[in-house]
């Protein structure tokens, strides 16, 4: 009788671990295009929303708290794996995502949304990457790195400078004086430096 028992204990665990393995095992093949950056980025969202999710189940936050959090995660997800597909680099910004209502989060003097450009940089330190619809809309910002803020602080404060000097010292010749397309055009950003994964 006993030996009945362990064999069908037996059996019944050679059954249920191929199938949680094989649960386990299905989630990594989803990331594995990515490299090591992205997947650790993607599984820190992943642990994120297991945190959101025993939250709710222990009725810590509310529905709607829970909801926002889980879309915000989702839109995170989205754009972090278009930005890896489309840059096939294994290299992701600090990402931020906010809703309409939580753009004062990042802005002391918030945005209109209808103003935004992707890839217009605002305040000096987000560059704006879209909207995503998950539930509700999210902005998606990458916060500039440091070398980059004040690569744009230093051009900013140069410009009027070099443009008072144009008003009060005139060119010797009579041509007109030429600026560079640095100084008035869209603000180009520091090539990031990537090591190899």
């Keep these: 009788m006993q030996v009945r028992v362990i064999l069908l204990l037996c ?4 059954a249920v671990l191929p199938a949680t393995a094989q649960r386990a095992h ?27 999710d025993d939250r709710i189940s222990r009725r810590e936050i ?4 829970y909801r926002r959090n889980s879309n915000r995660i989702r839109a995170l997800r989205q754009m972090a794996v278009h930005i890896a597909r489309e840059t096939r680099n294994d290299y992701l910004p600090e990402l931020e995502a906010v809703a309409v209502d939580e753009l004062n989060t990042l802005f002391e003097s918030p945005p209109s ?24 809309t ?3 910002f990458a916060r500039l790195d440091p070398y980059e803020q004040s690569d744009l602080m230093q051009k900013n404060t140069q410009q009027p400078t070099t443009n008072a000097a144009q008003v009060t010292k005139p060119q010797p010749t009579n041509e007109p004086a030429h600026t560079s397309t640095a100084q008035h055009g869209a603000a180009v950003s520091r090539p990031r430096r990537i090591s190899p994964p």
């Design 113 to 136: 949304p209808q103003t935004f450009r992707v890839g217009a940089i605002l305040d000096n330190t987000f560059r704006y990457l879209g909207a995503e619809r998950t539930g509700e």
């Design 138 to 140: 999210f902005y998606l």
């Design 26 to 52: 299905s989630a990594a093949p989803a990331d594995s295009e990515f490299g090591p950056v992205v997947r650790s980025y993607l599984g820190y969202l992943r642990a994120e929303q297991e945190v959101v």
């Design 62 to 65: 509310s529905a709607a708290y």
């Design 11 to 14: 059996c019944f665990g050679c």
